[in-house]
């Protein structure tokens, strides 16, 4: 005889699965935590190896120009740098500059993403002053080897002044370290090192290091920190500032702190940006020759 089993009615409370009961607050806070800060630690990652390239803007000539003369007027020096190799940069000697007549020299040190090539015209315009002119090319900039630092680039601005104070031509009291934008940073490291007659600012920033906040960085992970304001105040030449009230780059601030760090600061406050501070020729070099003559660089009458 077969058995009839009757089966109980469906109950849908009864039979659906109960659903897994969600972790505790705190547990999904700390889980988010764990994550936010994986991510950052390789935010952090990426911006430590990218700053070499943000910071340096490497700029480079064609292969088939590597070998050219610079332009007339310009003198190769090749400079012995840091890292054993030997890096080119141009010199521009003023009129009448000789062993018995020596001449004050300016020493360039130019922008992250500039080239010695696109600063003729100011080597050029600092013979109306006077003075020769030594356009530093960084180490991996233009055609030399070697990688940019602010050790590499300090080692090299240290070398290039000994290199101007046993030349012949070069009136060895009467050296003067112009830096612009991130040639800045150099430039002051260098007068630190080496007591010129006069340092030049166009449109400095109190630290590379000063930046990090923006991206969201610590400033402990910066490689190349060029803390100006930890070194202008002990400078004993008279030091020139000259900054745009436009500038997007720079603000103006960063200039207007550094002038409160040393007594013997002028400060200059253009109507400009960051890259057009020359755009009113007299507006810039007339500053620049009234301080030059007053530190006893140039004669009063140029």
């Not at 040639?183 to 449109?203: E, Y």
């Not at 601030?253 to 400060?267: D, H, I, V």
Request: aromatic share 8%; hydrophobic share 45%.
């Amino acid at each position: 005889m077969t058995e009839l089993r009757i089966a109980p009615a469906f109950s849908g409370a009864a039979s659906s699965a109960t659903p897994p009961a969600r972790p505790p607050l705190r547990r999904r806070i700390v889980r988010l935590v764990f994550i936010a800060l994986v991510l950052y630690a390789a935010y952090l990652t990426i911006m430590y190896r990218a700053q070499d390239s943000m910071i340096f803007v490497v700029q480079r000539v064609p292969e088939a120009q590597a070998t050219l003369p610079p332009p007339p007027g310009f003198e190769r020096v090749m400079i012995d740098g840091p890292d054993g190799l030997h890096h080119e940069s141009w010199f521009f000697a003023a009129p009448g500059a000789s062993a018995e007549h020596p001449a004050p020299v300016v020493i360039f040190f130019h922008g992250n993403a500039d080239m010695i090539d696109w600063l003729a015209d100011r080597a050029r315009d600092y013979t109306a002053l006077g003075c020769s002119t030594l356009l530093v090319e960084y180490p991996g900039y233009r055609v030399n080897r070697g990688k940019p630092s602010e050790q590499s680039t300090v080692e090299q601005g240290v070398r290039a002044v000994e290199l101007m104070r046993a030349r012949a031509g070069v009136d060895a009291n009467r050296i003067v370290l112009h830096g612009m934008s991130l040639g800045t940073g150099v430039a002051a490291q260098v007068a630190a090192r080496t007591g010129p007659a006069a340092l030049v600012l166009d449109s400095p920033f109190t630290s590379v290091a000063s930046f990090a906040a923006a991206y969201l960085v610590p400033p402990s992970i910066v490689k190349h920190p060029f803390r100006t304001d930890r070194v202008l105040a002990s400078l004993s030449c008279p030091i020139l500032i000259i900054h745009g009230t436009r500038d997007t780059i720079i603000p103006i601030e960063q200039g207007r702190t550094l002038a409160t760090l040393n007594p013997r600061t002028t400060m200059v406050e253009l109507d400009a940006g960051h890259l057009d501070l020359d755009r009113v020729p007299e507006a810039y070099w007339g500053p620049i020759r009234q301080f030059l003559a007053k530190a006893g660089v140039v004669s009063g009458a140029n």
